[in-house]
């Protein structure tokens, strides 16, 4: 797959032909996809075990999340050996067969990789913990008491908020930006920075195809320790953290740097996990020309109608549409003829897609999961499909703070308790946003915990399992699973639902969101009503004469008075080809 199918292209010097622009990325969250020996925790033997599910969507790269050696804090973004691979998930001889098999189905595989911070586990940390004078002391970032206390920093996963522990043996305070078992390395220091390349060297000898790269625009800090006001750095969530900590002065140096001295020297993709950054931003990292990164995937669309300021709180009534083709359109904009972008509705970091941007009820959920998967499978980004999506899975609304195992969830409970907040409202919001409704584990069939483990799984599972489930999908071609992989074939028939020109349609409406996606004479309108309401398509709406309906999760097309009418969540596209142009 590293010869791309496509030779036509928009005509941008930004939008030549690349393997990984016509990839479409599936997300595997290892721990909760398949258990292969019983102790209820998803592994590699698990992930070989169901390539054929994998290849039967038709996807093209892999990414699994973090495998290494990690006390499992938060789920192995906590590395304590970069080398190994976490006894639980398996062993390396396991992942080499993972990647031999992935290849020979003519797949990529790319890893996650977490180097803004390491386990306090690692052995860098238990020694640089020990003294000031510990060669490995440098390793991180520290505050010395004589200087008193350290400035305000954030520590997003810390239940008080704060972002600098104390250490007693070295007399200073250490920085984590997210829980104080993972202290941020200091990539001031030099060595660091060649310990990390090679750990990248390291996996891609062993045939990895890239790079998903955790967090990776927090590494460069302002160790000036500048006082920054609370109203830019507010202990709450998302308010304008991301911005000030994803602004760190060196951090475009780093990126070329690593580029210059690892990716350049392997066919590899590499996708910054990007919080903090906006449109006008992005082409600072992917702009061809300036050689950092291939992708970033923006906060932006998947943080529309959170409350900002506020952790993960839903605005009342949800998103709005206007708004999210604000976002998309702006990023779609900004990275035009240049650089190349991605799109995902979830995550492992994510409510369920389906829950979040559609509609989890029995009547809509199919219905809204395709329209979803309509529009992340057209848009002109490089699409990511999390797992379980594809089957429809949605939220699990644990009603008890003990159901939840994410120390995202767990730590900001104990933050709002400890401060008298209102922990009932905080486990209504998690409802709705908690990562762990995404993690549950991937319903296989309707056998005991869903076929997933012969154990006891880690998370719970999804009681709705008996409907929903992969095995019931397969036997039913109306199903999510047959829409998504007849959508994924069609982006890969069509050159103008990859390359194509994006063009914002009907801007103005509240409910629908439209485009067109142009490029060779060919020229494909999708309508997508984002509603569960009938809603009706202006008169404006440009269905062209004799175009070819290729899309539509109804089986037929109302009209009225001369518009079309969108049922509730309706997704169709209408394809001009090039002979009627
Ligand atoms: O997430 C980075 C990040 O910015 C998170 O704080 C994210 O905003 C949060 O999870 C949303 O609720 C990455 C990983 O994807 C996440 O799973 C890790 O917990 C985090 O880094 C720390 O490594
Ligand atoms: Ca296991």
Redesign the pocket.
């Known amino acids: 797959m590293n010869t791309p199918r496509h030779t036509d292209t928009t005509g941008c010097a930004g939008d030549a032909v690349a393997w990984w622009k016509e990839a479409v990325v599936y997300q595997v969250y290892p721990r909760s996809f398949k258990d292969s020996n019983g102790d209820g925790i998803g592994d590699l033997k698990g992930i070989i075990s169901k390539l054929d599910h994998i290849a039967s969507l038709g996807v093209d790269i892999v990414w699994i ?1 973090p495998v290494y050696a990690s006390p499992d804090r ?2 192995g ?2 590395i304590s050996d970069y080398r190994a691979i976490q006894p639980r998930m398996g062993t390396v001889e396991d992942l080499q067969l993972l990647i031999r098999k992935v290849h020979k189905k003519g797949m990529k595989i790319i890893m996650d990789m ?1 180097i ?2 390491t386990s306090d586990d690692h052995a860098w940390f238990r020694e640089a913990r020990r003294s000031r004078d510990n060669p490995f002391y440098s390793y991180y970032h520290w505050w010395p008491a004589e200087k008193g206390k350290p400035p305000h920093r954030c520590g ?2 810390d239940p008080a908020g704060k972002g600098w522990h104390y250490n007693k043996a070295t007399r200073s305070w250490f920085l984590h930006y ?1 829980s104080k078992h ?1 202290p941020d390395l200091n990539w001031e220091n030099p060595e660091v920075r060649e310990q990390l390349y090679d750990v990248l060297r390291y996996w891609l000898n062993m045939g990895i195809d890239g790079f998903r790269l ?2 990776i625009t927090f590494i460069s800090k302002d160790t000036r320790w500048p006082y920054v006001t609370p109203t830019i750095l507010k202990d709450g ?1 998302y308010g304008d953290w ?1 911005h000030y900590y994803a602004k760190g002065p060196r951090l475009h140096e780093y990126l070329r740097e690593m580029h210059e001295k690892v990716w350049r020297h392997y066919d590899a993709v590499t996708i910054a ?1 990007a ?1 903090g950054i906006k449109a006008e931003e992005a082409n600072l990292f992917v702009d061809p020309e300036r050689k950092e990164v291939d992708m970033v995937c923006h ?1 932006e669309g998947i943080m529309a109608g959170y409350m900002p300021g506020e952790f ?1 709180k839903m605005q009342p009534g949800g998103y709005s549409v206007k708004e999210l083709k604000k976002i998309y359109s702006d990023w779609d904009g900004a990275l035009n003829c240049r650089g190349w972008g991605t799109i995902y509705l979830g ?4 409510p369920r897609m389906i829950s979040h941007w559609g509609h989890d009820g029995a009547e809509y959920r199919d219905l809204s999961a395709k329209m979803l998967f309509t529009f992340l499978l057209t848009m002109r980004a490089t699409p990511f499909i999390y797992n379980g999506d594809e089957i429809g899975m949605v939220n699990i609304r644990f009603d008890q703070i003990e159901d939840y195992q994410d ?2 969830t767990r730590q900001v409970y104990q933050r709002i308790k400890g401060s008298g907040g209102d922990v009932n409202a905080f486990m209504k919001d998690q409802q709705l946003a908690g ?1 762990d409704n995404g993690r549950t584990p991937f319903q296989w069939n309707k056998r005991a915990y869903a076929g997933f483990t012969r154990g006891k799984p880690w998370l719970k599972v999804h009681p709705n399992y008996i409907q929903i489930n992969a095995a019931a999908q397969e036997n039913d071609p109306s199903s999510v699973l047959h829409f998504v992989r007849d959508l994924i074939r069609l982006r890969k028939s069509i050159p103008a639902l990859v390359y194509g020109k994006y063009e914002l349609l009907l801007p103005e409406h509240p409910d629908v969101y439209a485009y067109c996606r142009k490029g060779n004479g060919d020229r494909c309108i999708v309508l997508l009503n984002f509603t569960s309401r009938d809603v009706s398509c202006p008169s404006d709406c440009p269905i062209p004469v004799g175009g070819e309906i290729i899309v539509n999760n109804y089986s037929g097309i109302r009209e009225r008075d001369g518009h079309w009418l969108l049922r509730p969540y309706q997704a169709l596209v209408c394809r001009v080809a090039p002979a009627s142009t």
């Open positions: 999340n938060d789920n973004y906590d977490v803004n911070h997003f996963f997210f993972q955790d967090a969530y991301g996990e919080p906060f993960k995550n492992h970091d994510q120390i995202e990562r």
